[in-house]
């Protein structure tokens, strides 16, 4: 049995973590938030120490070293963007290795920086890329493998979540916490993509606005025009009419990839192969945090060329 902390237990995704730690029979001694709505933690460690004061949960995981010679293994990391390679440090300074939510830092040179922090700690930085353990998306990615190297893929990517008017207000809201709808909507996508398709050789950007953001990625076996949003104005008629507040599409090549289900139990899925020795670290979350960068700092050019057709809603 592992022994693990957490930091970000109120956040939305901090459930999932609960979860893979309890699913694969390891132990949360402590956990971290500012906000303290965090009852979810009955449901899995009633009995974890709890911390809404960083402070306080730091002297606590080291008086459990120095008291009572109890180490922590692993520190889940489900807090903002923008902390988490600072929260990453303190995890390997602590004795532990990290496992941290997408997107992994807001940077790519934060994860230049993490890499001498692994050096200098002997410790490892893991970070959730969930989709990359989805059946759909493995079986896609052995088609493309079989595939003359030289296809190049059609694809349209639309992933439409809807949020409320509390999203802006909140650090999801502020670009230099974030990183823009791109970044904390898009990231695993973009991971996605260049796990399947291969390197990026041009990314183009049509919108990026603080409710969608659009664009036209290549690499080297696809050409993909994406659409993000948070406006529920961009679900289509039919899935408005369901009550529902979330859409997502991929098709390649006109036919549509079906990986609507499946995703309960992905977070488990990926604490399992950290915990038996694989699972994602640093080099393998870099292209998408290049990508997700080069959109945040590229001038958006409007719905000119390659664009993805809800533009023109």
Request: one cysteine or more.
């Amino acid at each position: 049995m592992k022994n693990f902390a957490l930091i970000g237990a109120a956040g939305y995704i901090a459930p999932r973590h609960m979860k893979a730690i309890k699913d694969t029979n390891n132990n949360l001694l402590a956990a971290y938030d500012k906000g303290d709505s965090v009852g979810i933690i009955d449901s899995h460690f009633p009995n974890a120490d709890f911390f809404v004061e960083f402070e306080r949960f730091d002297r606590h995981i080291e008086k459990l070293k120095y008291e009572k010679n109890t180490f922590l293994d692993y520190v889940s990391i489900c807090s903002p963007n923008y902390l988490h390679d600072a929260h990453i440090r303190f995890a390997l300074r602590s004795g532990a290795d990290a496992i941290c939510e997408k997107p992994l830092v807001l940077n790519p040179w934060n994860i230049d920086k993490l890499k001498k922090v692994e050096e200098n700690t002997g410790k490892k930085v893991y970070n959730i890329l969930q989709l990359r353990v989805h059946p759909s998306i493995i079986a896609l990615r052995e088609k493309v493998a079989k595939a003359d190297k030289n296809t190049k893929f059609d694809v349209d990517l639309t992933y439409l979540t809807s949020r409320g008017h509390w999203y802006q207000t909140s650090w999801k809201g502020d670009v230099s916490k974030s990183g823009g709808i791109a970044t904390n909507i898009g990231v695993h996508f973009y991971d996605m993509l260049s796990w399947i398709f291969g390197n990026v050789q041009e990314n183009v950007v049509h919108v990026h606005e603080k409710d969608r953001a659009a664009g036209y990625l290549e690499f080297e076996n696809a050409r993909v025009r994406w659409f993000l949003s948070i406006n529920s104005e961009y679900l289509p008629k039919e899935v408005k009419e369901k009550g529902q507040t979330t859409f997502r599409s991929i098709t390649i090549n006109g036919e549509e990839l079906e990986f609507s289900g499946g995703f309960t139990d992905l977070h488990t899925m990926v604490y399992k192969d950290i915990l038996n020795g694989k699972g994602y670290g640093l080099e393998a979350a870099r292209t998408a945090i290049e990508i997700v960068h080069d959109i945040r700092n590229t001038q958006p050019i409007g719905p000119k060329g390659e664009y993805h057709k809800f533009l023109d809603n």
